[in-house]
């Protein structure tokens, strides 16, 4: 099956600068990659995605890229605010219809 | 808004006892997933259903067991509870078709907290 690994597990960034979090996966049938946001006791919501046919994807503030021949995508935020804080997963979806989800990455950002 | 209901919010329960938290997709979604999260832990997939029948199963323990419904809501059920069970569950609807690919969108959860 698939394995999604992400780093880093957490990430302090001061207000105003940018974060990166990186994911691998390992299943070269993935096609979907969504990014999702949990604030703390809330529901993951999708923040952005990309699919395979694409390499770059922009959203205001936020931005996924995606290397198919390394098997990574990463997930940039840009001018970063407090509200910027809370847990990112990403995950990649196949054509077996399953979600496989990274651990997480924590992130806060300091005023 | 995701559009996906969990019911109810909020669980406490004892140790052996047996709850079921409910489930209604977005409307047209025919996939629903269950997720457990326990504190400051990642997103563990239970199972997925498909237009009521089973797609895919995780790291789902042999006390529970789930189904989904003529009308698509969907029930996970969790017996002989355990303090270690306590954790957030949530459920996540897609339109779930095989060779198209969708997001994911979560319920709100419901917190199960086993004494």
């Known amino acids: ?111 | 808004d995701s559009g996906v209901t969990q019911t109810p919010k909020h669980l406490i329960t004892a140790t052996g006892q047996r709850v079921t938290l409910r489930c209604s997709p977005r409307s047209g979604d025919l996939s629903v997933y269950w997720y457990q999260q326990s504190l400051d832990q990642g997103l563990q997939f239970l199972i997925q259903y498909y237009n009521g029948e089973e797609r895919a199963k995780g790291n789902i323990l042999e006390r529970f067991s789930a189904q989904q419904f003529p009308d698509l809501h969907s029930e996970l059920n969790l017996s002989s509870l355990e303090l270690g069970d306590s954790a957030l569950y949530f459920c996540a609807s897609s339109v779930g078709d095989a060779l198209y690919n969708s997001p994911l969108h979560f319920g709100n959860g419901t917190r199960l907290t086993v004494t």
């Not at chain 1, 999604?4 to 207000?15: A, I, K, N």
């Not at chain 1, 919501?45 to 198919?68: F, H, P, Y």
């Not at chain 1, 997480?104 to 950002?109: F, R």
Request: charge should be negative; charged fraction near 20%; glycine fraction near 6%.
């Open chain 1, 1 to 111: 099956g698939e394995n999604v690994e992400q780093h880093p597990s957490t990430l302090s960034v001061q207000e105003g600068d940018s974060a990166v979090i990186k994911c691998t996966y390992s299943d070269s049938a993935s096609n979907y990659f969504p990014w999702y946001k949990q604030e703390l006791g809330k529901r993951p919501q999708l923040i952005i995605d990309i699919r395979s046919n694409v390499g770059e994807k922009k959203d205001q503030r936020i931005a996924v890229t995606l290397n198919k021949t390394a098997k990574h995508f990463s997930l940039h935020i840009t001018e970063t605010q407090p509200e910027d804080s809370a847990v990112y997963f990403c995950a990649a979806w196949n054509t077996g219809n399953q979600f496989y989800f990274g651990t997480g990455t924590s992130l806060t950002v300091i005023p």
